[in-house]
């Protein structure tokens, strides 16, 4: 709350800080239909205030809990404003306060499964008459009905789970960014390599190549940072088929890290062999699989020889299909 210098406010608060004299005032102001909801026997004032600091010389307000019909719990939010010397937008302002005593219910209040209801009075005894600002929210807009449109509809929702992939597609340049969130918890990311790669060839014929390039970065990155893919390798093949993906910074980053991943897997499953067998072979194993998923990875046997310590021999012999590079 606060602290009250203005004759008007004190007067204002004093007076409507006393329970008997707030019901007799909404008894007489409050519509009938909203009071016959509430219970003014349950009355409280709370201590908060909304007003900003830039208007408290010509306005103040006092909030009331009551309780409504159903067990519902409501405020009752009164604000006081003495003289009206500027456009302030109060109909846009009582908005912003009602949802911010809503926010302050739910703090207060972590459990409660349903919002409060919040119902604004202004009380004016300015010397302008009649009031000079409007008083309803969608006048403050220079088309009222484009306004109701807008404001306090029901949310627009987008969820991706309602498209199929094929309506996905259709989307020009988001349909990436949809296609690949909706799958990104898919046990395996690798089943949507084919259509993947359908999209991005679709869209590359449509948009401009570095904005594409860009697009292509932020969305490779998201990949290899949340999905899960089964055979990593096959699925940078596959992508590496169209040039703008080979020639994508990402994916060369991408290789190095499941690379990296690779290796410290195969050398802990090794390390794990050799402490269950009590060999050391089992630790050799580890590294021969790490190289191994490094020959796969396109990784020139000096690279893997320098990390593994294995010679260019033993890493060819990993696997006949592949040819070193020296």
Same mark, same amino acid.
């Given at each position: 709350?606060?602290?009250?210098?203005?004759?008007?406010?004190? +007067?204002?608060?004093?007076?409507?800080?006393?329970?008997?004299?707030?019901?007799?005032?909404?008894?007489?102001?409050?519509?009938?239909?909203?009071?016959?909801?509430?219970?003014?026997?349950?009355? =409280?004032?709370?201590?908060?205030?909304?007003?900003?600091?830039?208007?408290?010389?010509?306005?103040?307000?006092?909030? %009331?809990?009551?309780? &409504?019909?159903?067990?519902?719990?409501?405020?009752?939010?009164?604000?006081?404003?003495?003289?009206?010397?500027? $456009?302030?937008? #109060?109909? +846009?302002?009582?908005?912003?306060?009602?949802?911010?005593?809503?926010?302050?219910? @739910?703090?207060?209040?972590?459990?409660?499964?349903?919002?409060?209801?919040?119902?604004?009075?202004?009380?004016?005894?300015?010397?302008?008459?009649?009031?000079?600002?409007?008083?309803?929210? +969608?006048?403050?807009?220079?088309?009222?009905?484009?306004?109701?449109?807008? +404001?306090?509809?029901?949310?627009?929702?987008?969820?991706? !789970?309602?498209?199929?992939?094929?309506?996905?597609?259709?989307?020009? @340049?988001?349909?990436?960014?949809?296609? &690949?969130?909706?799958?990104? %918890?898919?046990?395996?990311?690798?089943?949507?390599?084919?259509?993947?790669?359908?999209?991005?060839?679709?869209?590359?014929?449509?948009?401009?190549?570095?904005? @594409?390039?860009? %697009?292509?970065?932020?969305?490779?990155?998201?990949? #290899? $940072?949340?999905?899960?893919?089964?055979?990593?390798?096959?699925?940078?093949?596959? @992508?590496?088929?169209?040039?703008? &993906?080979?020639?994508?910074?990402?994916?060369?980053?991408?290789? =190095?890290?499941? &690379?990296?991943?690779?290796?410290?897997?195969?050398?802990?499953?090794? $390390?794990?062999?050799?402490?269950? =067998?009590?060999?050391?072979?089992?630790?050799?194993?580890?590294? $021969?699989?790490?190289?191994?998923?490094?020959?796969?990875?396109?990784?020139?046997?000096?690279?893997?020889?320098?990390?593994?310590?294995?010679?260019? #021999?033993?890493?060819?012999?990993?696997?006949?299909?592949?040819?070193? !590079?020296?």
């Amino acid at each position: 709350m606060h602290k009250i210098s203005n004759p008007h406010d004190r +007067f204002f608060r004093q007076s409507l800080s006393d329970i008997q004299i707030a019901r007799d005032f909404f008894e007489v102001h409050l519509p009938r239909n909203i009071l016959a909801k509430i219970d003014l026997n349950s009355l =409280e004032i709370c201590k908060e205030s909304y007003i900003e600091e830039d208007l408290r010389e010509s306005i103040d307000d006092i909030v %009331y809990r009551v309780k &409504v019909e159903d067990g519902q719990q409501g405020y009752i939010y009164l604000a006081l404003e003495h003289q009206s010397t500027a $456009k302030h937008f #109060m109909a +846009f302002r009582f908005i912003k306060y009602q949802l911010a005593i809503i926010d302050n219910h @739910l703090k207060q209040n972590p459990k409660c499964k349903h919002l409060p209801l919040v119902f604004p009075l202004l009380y004016y005894h300015g010397t302008k008459t009649p009031y000079p600002e409007p008083t309803d929210f +969608f006048d403050l807009f220079v088309n009222k009905d484009l306004a109701r449109e807008f +404001f306090l509809r029901p949310l627009r929702l987008i969820d991706t !789970n309602k498209f199929s992939d094929e309506e996905i597609k259709t989307h020009k @340049l988001a349909g990436l960014l949809e296609l &690949v969130q909706k799958h990104i %918890y898919d046990r395996d990311f690798l089943l949507l390599t084919k259509q993947l790669k359908e999209l991005i060839l679709k869209i590359a014929t449509e948009t401009d190549r570095d904005h @594409l390039l860009v %697009y292509l970065d932020n969305t490779l990155y998201y990949i #290899m $940072k949340k999905a899960e893919i089964s055979d990593k390798v096959k699925f940078k093949e596959v @992508l590496d088929e169209i040039p703008l &993906v080979k020639e994508n910074s990402v994916m060369s980053t991408m290789a =190095e890290q499941w &690379v990296s991943e690779g290796f410290q897997k195969g050398i802990q499953e090794g $390390k794990q062999q050799g402490i269950q =067998e009590g060999k050391q072979q089992g630790i050799q194993e580890g590294i $021969k699989l790490a190289a191994f998923k490094m020959l796969q990875a396109g990784m020139c046997c000096s690279e893997i020889s320098k990390i593994t310590g294995l010679s260019k #021999m033993e890493i060819k012999n990993l696997d006949d299909k592949h040819e070193c !590079n020296h």
